[in-house]
C-alpha cells in the first residue's frame, strides 16, 4: 500500500530519470479518489471506455496549461491497480510524454487524444523499455 509520502518521492525520482533525457515543466498532486474519478470522466478516452462498458483504468492524468501542466494521481485509486513501484513510475513517466509532446495534439478530441497515447507509449517503449512493459497495450 502507498502512502502520499512514497508517491511524491516516486515522482521525484521518475522526473529525475526523465530529466536526463528531456526538459519539461510541471507539478503533482494527488487527488482524492472522488476528485480523481471525476477528472478522469473528463477526458475523452475515458467518455469513450465508459459509453462501451470498459472499466475505467487509469492510474494517472494530466491537466494541461499554457503555464505548467500538472500530474494528477489518487492513492486510492494506485493502491486498487497496484503495489508495485515501477508500476507508479511507468504511469508517471508515461504523462510525462503527454506534456512533451502536447504541443502535437491539434485539437481535444477522440481521434487527436488517441494518436497522443500512441505518441507517448511508442516514445516510452524506445526510450524506457523496462518500464513501458508495466503499462497494459
Known sequence: ?????????IFDETFEEFSKKHK???SFELLEFKDFIDL?????IIKEDIKFGLPVLV??????SSNKDKVCMSIDVLNQLSDKKDFVKALIMHEFYHILFKSKVKKNNLEENKKSEERAKKAMKNEFPELSSWLIG
Open 1 to 9: 500500500m502507498f502512502n502520499e509520502k512514497e508517491v511524491r518521492s
Open 24 to 26: 519539461i515543466k510541471c
Open 40 to 44: 478522469a470522466e473528463k477526458s475523452n
Open 59 to 64: 492510474g494517472a492524468l494530466v491537466v494541461h
